[in-house]
C-alpha cells in the first residue's frame, strides 16, 4: 500500500461509518506518521459530537497519521484500522458508543483486537509486577471478569 492511496481509503472509511456525512469531514494525512500505533486521528476535541450512528457535528480539520508499518498490511487489516479512526470523528472516546458502532461497522476497538490478539487480565499485589490471570477473545467477558475481582485483594488491569 503507497501513502498516497490513505486519503482515498480513509474517505471511503468515513462512508462506511458515517454514511454520506463521511463526505463533510475534512481531512489532511500527516507524511511523518506515528511509530508506536498504526494510526491516531488527531483534532479539535470540543468539536466532534454524534449520537447513535448519527454525525451532529465534527472539527473544521483532522490529521490522520499513518505509521509506515500500517502500510506493510494487508488491505482488510488497512481497512479496519482506518474505520477506527473515522468512528473517531464522532466519538473521541472508546466509550460504549464508541464500541457499539465499531460492532456495528464490524470495526475492533482495539490494535491488538485488529490483529487477532486476546484481551488478558493481569494482577498484581504491589502495581509494579503483574501477572496474567485470564485471557478472552472478547473484550466485554475481560472487563466483566476484570470487575468481578476488583472487589477483592490486589490490583487488576485489563491489557490491550
Same mark, same amino acid.
Request: charged share 30%; net charge negative; with cysteine.
Given at each position: 500500500?503507497?501513502r ?10 468515513l462512508r ?6 463521511g463526505?463533510?469531514?475534512?481531512f489532511?494525512?500527516?507524511s ?10 488527531s483534532?479539535?476535541?470540543n468539536?466532534?459530537q ?7 457535528? !465534527? #472539527? /473544521? ?7 509506515? @508499518?500500517?502500510l506493510l498490511?494487508d488491505? =482488510? ?6 474505520r ?5 470523528v ?8 464508541f ?7 464490524? !470495526? #475492533? /476497538?482495539?490494535?491488538r483486537?485488529m490483529?487477532?490478539? @486476546?484481551?488478558?487480565?493481569?494482577r498484581? =499485589?504491589n502495581?509494579?509486577?503483574?501477572e496474567?490471570?485470564?485471557r478472552?477473545?472478547?473484550r466485554n467477558?475481560?472487563?466483566c ?16
Amino acid at each position: 500500500m503507497l501513502r498516497r492511496d490513505i486519503p482515498k481509503l480513509f474517505r471511503e472509511a468515513l462512508r462506511d461509518v458515517w454514511g454520506r456525512a463521511g463526505d463533510d469531514v475534512s481531512f489532511e494525512v500527516d507524511s511523518t506518521g506515528p511509530t508506536e500505533v498504526l494510526a491516531t486521528l488527531s483534532y479539535d476535541r470540543n468539536a466532534a459530537q454524534a449520537r447513535g450512528g448519527v454525525l451532529l457535528s !465534527t #472539527a /473544521s480539520q483532522h490529521v490522520l497519521s499513518v505509521s509506515d @508499518d500500517l502500510l506493510l498490511q494487508d488491505v =482488510e487489516l488497512i481497512g479496519k484500522v482506518l474505520r477506527h479512526e473515522a468512528i473517531h470523528v464522532g466519538y473521541p472516546e472508546h466509550d460504549e458508543n464508541f464500541e457499539k458502532l465499531a460492532s456495528e461497522t464490524n !470495526t #475492533a /476497538s482495539t490494535e491488538r483486537a485488529m490483529r487477532g490478539g @486476546d484481551y488478558v487480565v493481569e494482577r498484581s =499485589e504491589n502495581t509494579q509486577t503483574f501477572e496474567e490471570v485470564y485471557r478472552t477473545k472478547n473484550r466485554n467477558d475481560a472487563l466483566c471478569f476484570a470487575r468481578e475481582k476488583r472487589a477483592g485483594p490486589g490490583v487488576y488491569r485489563l491489557d490491550y
